[in-house]
Structure formats: C-alpha cells, structure tokens
C-alpha cells in the first residue's frame, strides 16, 4: 500500500484558529446565521422549490386518498430523490410542508459544512481553510433551488471520506460500508452519485496503483455499478412512453467564458446588481487566502488533489443539458471551493518577508468580512422576498382550493439584474399547500417522485414554463384551468386569453401579479 503523506502540523494556525475561542466562536455563529437564512421568509426565494413542495404535497395526499387527481399520476418509487422526498414525507405530516424544507435545507448546510471539515482534516489540509466552507453551498445550485441535490451534497462527501479510507486501508468493514453509503447516495442524486463515486475511484488509484485496485478492492464499486445499471434500465423502460420536445436536446454553452463563470457559480449565479458586485470579490480573496496566509499546495500527497481536479474537469467539459437535466456543470460549483481548501497546507519552515507576514495576519479577517457580506447579500434577498410575496402569498391562501392552475410567468425576475428566474414556479405553492394542480409541473420529468402518466400528460410540457407567450386557448386547452397565475415586467400582455369562447375574469391585482380565475359564460 502506498504511503500516507499527511504534512506537519502548523501549531500557530491551529492555536489561532481552532483553539482561539474568539475565531471559533465566530465561526459558529457565521454557521447558525447561515441556517437562520433559511427561516426568514415564509416561503424561501429558491426557484424550483415550490415544484418540489408541490410533488411531496401530491404523493402525501395521493398515499392517503385525498388527492382528487390520482388518477392522473403514478407514484415512482425508483426515483433517484427517493431519500430527499422521503425524508420530506414523514415530515409532511407533523408541519406546513415549506417549514419541512427550510428544516431540511439548514441540516444539509450544517452536514456540508461539517463533512467539510472532515475532509479537511483527513487531508491534512491547514484548519484555517474552514473558512471556504461555510459560503459554498449558497452558491448555484441554492439559488435555483436544487433541492434534492443540495440535500445529498453533504451523503456525496460522507461518501468520499469513507471512500479514501477504504482507499487507505481495504478491509471487508470498511468495504460493505462503503457500499451501504454508496446504495444511499444512488437513491439521493444520481448526479451527485456519478461525481462522489468518480472521486472514489481515483482515490483508490491513486493510493493502490492498477494492479492493485482491478482486484478484490473494486468490489464496492462494482457493486454499485451494478445496481446503477439496474436502476438506469429500467428507468428507461418507464420512461418509453413520455416524449418531449425539450427531454431530448443537448446543448453545451460557456466556451472560453467557462473558467471565469465556474469562479461565479462558486458563490451564486451569473448577475449583475449588488449579488455580482459582493459575489465575485468574495470567490476571489477566498481563492487568494490560502496563498495570502503562505500556504503550499500538499504535493506530497496527490490524493487531495482528486476532488479539485474532478470538479475542474466536470465544470469545464460537461454540458449545460443534457439527460433532460439543466444546469448540469453549473451546480457542481458547490464543490468547487471546499475541495480547493482540501490541498493546502501550512507553510514551509523558512522565514517568510514582513509584508508576507501582515498580508496573513489580515487575510482571515478579510475573508470573514467577505462571508458575511455575502450572506448578509442572501439575508436581505430573504428579507425582501418576505415581503414581496406577502401579498400574493394571502391571496393564494383565499383561493379555492383543489383546482387546476396555469402559471403564465413572463417575468420571473426577483429584480431586473435576476437571472435565477426566483418566481419561476412560485405558484405551485397553490398545489403545495391548497391541494391544488399547477401546471407547468415537474410531475413530466421522469426522475420526479410523483409522474403524469403518459396517457395524462398534459400540452403543456417543458420549455413553455419559460415562454408563456406561447400560449393558445385552444392549442393548450385553456378550458383545463380554473385559476391563471399571470405575472408581468411592468404592462400586462395583450390578448393572454385570445380564443377563450369566455374571457376568464381577473379577481386579483396586486405588484406585478394578476390572477384569473375562469368562470361559466353567461347564457347570452
């Protein structure tokens, strides 16, 4: 087995950071304002989270009997998000179903941030690197509302710590451990999956060498390439009846502006305004600290590179969409940051210049200001979506319940310089919560818990969520939908409803929201 190098210690960052109760301290409190983000508006400014409330909403209610659009779906127990909705459903039923995923986003960021450190300490990296983990996982994918991935972010690294041990020392515990995580993990995120076991893979190459790892110890993961593949057959199979124009495309986007984008989606999306103005500087002093604090990369131990160079590669190489999946390379910028901090280490032991040594004393103290201006960038955001949806928030809440929606969203904009299209699906809070049915719905995508049956499936498919203008009365069978969901830049559309043989009647007015509701022609 190929030796361990784990550098020396560094006993004044440790002392400084992990013994100083002032930085620590810090620290924790920075850790619990990061989940106290989660709990500032009711419902919290993540794009695709009400679709997912919506699907858990649906199976609770279909499960127990009462939804009056069972016939409608089929309930998919091999969905790979099969641990994030089932954590979700026992929840469901002793809290409102948007307090159960505020819970479930602040223990997944308190996970991450500790397995984080974790790895840290399994690479031996300098402690001070802690600082990188606590801002990540705000970044893209939290933006858009990846629900269910951000919730096995923290099973994926859980995964490469017992990875790399087993990749240390093979033996059998540590083995059916590593594959017990691992069947986890598959029934998580399938992407997140494909990323956690690569890295495994190449820690236990990098550490045994070939001949060694083509022997008993790619047993776990040939075991899981095996369940992988059972799993992807037959979804394929159930998956036959469901066409879409969009499911097929692939589409690859960035060229040469990737390498500076994966620096942004590090910390959020690619905006303007005051995200892009706190974001970006902050990616980068965080990505200049290690260096600042006189840090060296741990060439004596190529193993914490593999998360680094992993990460690069999938942001570089894979594509925008594909495997009806968006933003495929983007949300791994969740990882981008904590497997950089996982390579440094302390610095060596000749004497560093006195401008060197004032640079590291300030670095720690510029990056915290950096963290906390950034969440406190997230805060405010929460803090006004609060208000912004007060309103249509009551309003959803008078509306009859158990009818079917169309949401007409031709600005999804939180503000002019969003492009994380925040309101998106804002009004599947009306199925999440009214028992209703909200169309467009995640329910056509074929990995979602709660799926249309392909008898069922309405015209209303994906690709129309983000261009409404191509609705028709008649080709989108208007006469469906009960209550409309409008929401405008500045002027209402002209002519939303043309071909209706009765012009459904606006029954709500208020900011950029207007709701219809379809209502019997009169007898004239």
Known sequence: MQATHLPARNPAAEAIFVSGRSWRLLYLITVAFGILIQWLAPHPPLTDMPQHAAQVALLRDILLGQS?????????????????????????FLMPIATVFKLMLSVAYAAFVWLCILLRRHFGADARM??????????????WGFLTFLVAAPIGLWFILLADRYAQAATLKRGVGLSLVGLLLLASHGL?????????????????????????????????????????????????????EVCSQFIWSGGITRFPKMLVYALGVDTGGIEGKVFLPATLVMIALPWLLGLRINTGSKPSWIPFATVTAIMLFVPTFALVTQFLYQRFGLF?????????????????????????????????????????????????????????????????????????????????????KTYGHYPAWYQAERQGLVDFNFAWFPPQIVRYRPEHLPVVAPGFEWHPERFE????????????????????????????????????????????????????
């Not at 893979?201 to 550490?207: D, N, P, S, T, V």
């Not at 012009?503 to 379809?518: D, N």
């Open 192 to 244: 997140v999956f494909a990323f956690a076991v690569a890295v495994g893979g190449l820690l236990l190459l990098a550490r045994a060498g070939w001949r060694r790892t083509f022997g008993m110890r790619i047993l776990p993961y040939v075991v899981l390439a095996i369940f992988c593949g059972i799993y992807f057959f037959i979804s394929r199979q159930m998956q036959a009846g469901i066409q879409c």
């Open 130 to 143: 802690d600082w990188l983990f606590l801002l990540p996982f705000f970044g893209f994918a939290y933006e």
């Open 473 to 524: 009365w008649n080709k989108y069978h208007g006469e469906n939908y009960h209550y409309f969901f409008v929401r405008h830049a500045s002027t209402e559309p002209a002519d939303i409803f043309k071909g209706a043989p009765c012009a459904p009647v606006s029954i709500f007015k208020g900011g950029s929201w207007e709701i219809f509701e379809r209502k019997a022609c009169n007898a004239g």
């Open 68 to 92: 009056p659009w069972a016939n409608l779906f089929h309930v998919n127990w091999l969905t790979p998000y099969i641990i994030g909705y089932g954590l979700a459903l026992p929840l469901s």
């Open 336 to 420: 981008l940051l904590p497997a950089y901090a996982w390579m440094f280490v302390g610095p060596p032991k000749t004497a560093t210049s006195p401008a060197m040594r004032t640079l590291s004393r300030l670095a720690i103290p510029l990056t915290v200001v950096c963290i906390l201006a950034s969440l406190l960038v997230h805060a405010a955001k929460a803090w006004n979506f609060r208000q912004q949806t007060a309103e249509i928030d009551a309003q959803i809440m008078r509306l009859e319940p158990r009818q079917r929606a169309l949401i007409l969203m031709y600005d999804p904009r939180f503000s002019p310089s969003d492009k994380a």
